[in-house]
């Protein structure tokens, strides 16, 4: 948070599980104090289970992320909406429409939205069934609320020969821009994501469809690299200015 502060960062994206470290009240009193902004809570979601008594606990537990996005102060929770809890992935997907629709009413009583964030297919079997952009839409078309939109990651939609018209067909509803790069060869499934300007993605390009497609909100810079981790804070926030300066 004091790093944001430090390097002219205006805005910071939260994840519930460093949130629970700190506290909630705690939390939001330290990024208001350095006087940022949150531009999303990450995350809720993970919404099929084996028995509807674990159904009904994960519904619960949206409901609590709700909650704390709203305390906190930002109006999108993302979702990241989980894997089949057996071999049929297209009831999965039937059962994520159907959450999302039961946390809607909840969702705008508190304020916050509910971005469903595609996942490249890589993850379909262990992180979420909804694995294109144009799943989400249709999502999105659906459920026909205000209260629901998407998040477009450029690591997870960037491979799609049809990114672009599902980016226009998403206008109005996107909720949350995400950035990284591709590294070639990919060293890890999930801890492989690169630097913005190391890899193959065309961030800028996706960037203008994104705001030609009506986003003006924070770009969030969301890179899972242990090497990148390691380094001193202020360091790597200084390099991801550069870059996204530079490539985004």
């Known amino acids: ?8 960062i ?6 519930r599980d460093k949130v629970a470290e700190i506290g909630l009240r705690e939390s939001a009193r330290m990024v208001r104090d350095a006087g940022l902004h949150i531009s999303s809570l990450c995350r809720g979601g993970w919404f099929s289970a084996a028995t509807a008594a674990e159904r009904q606990a994960r519904l619960d537990d949206n409901r609590r992320a709700l909650d704390e ?8 929770l993302v979702l990241v909406c989980g894997p089949a809890a057996d071999r049929d992935i297209g009831a999965a997907r ?11 009413p909840y969702a ?6 509910l971005g469903i964030e595609p996942l490249h297919p890589m993850y379909a079997a262990e992180r979420s069934v909804i694995v294109t952009l144009a799943e989400a839409n249709r999502l999105v078309h659906r459920l026909d609320h205000n209260h629901v939109g998407v998040v477009i990651d450029a690591y997870h939609v960037w491979w799609d020969p049809d990114i672009y ?5 998403a206008a109005g509803r996107i909720l949350g821009f995400h ?18 300007g190391d890899g193959v993605i065309e961030l800028r390009r996706l960037r203008y469809a994104v705001e030609a497609a009506g986003y003006t909100g924070p770009i969030e810079v969301e890179i899972f690299n242990q090497a990148l981790w390691d380094m001193p804070c202020d360091d ?4 991801m200015r550069t870059r996204y300066l530079d490539y985004v």
């Open 10 to 15: 205006p805005f910071i994206g939260l994840w």
């Open 1 to 8: 948070v004091d790093g944001c502060a430090r390097t002219g």
């Open 165 to 169: 018209t599902r980016i226009v067909e």
């Open 94 to 104: 039937a059962y994520v429409e159907e959450a999302i629709a039961q946390l809607i």
């Open 236 to 239: 790597v926030l200084q390099l």
């Open 179 to 196: 950035v990284s790069d591709w590294l070639v060869p990919t060293p890890d499934l999930l801890m492989g994501r690169g630097m913005m």
């Open 108 to 113: 705008a009583e508190r304020g916050v939205k």
């Open 69 to 76: 996005a709203a305390e906190l102060g930002t109006d999108v």
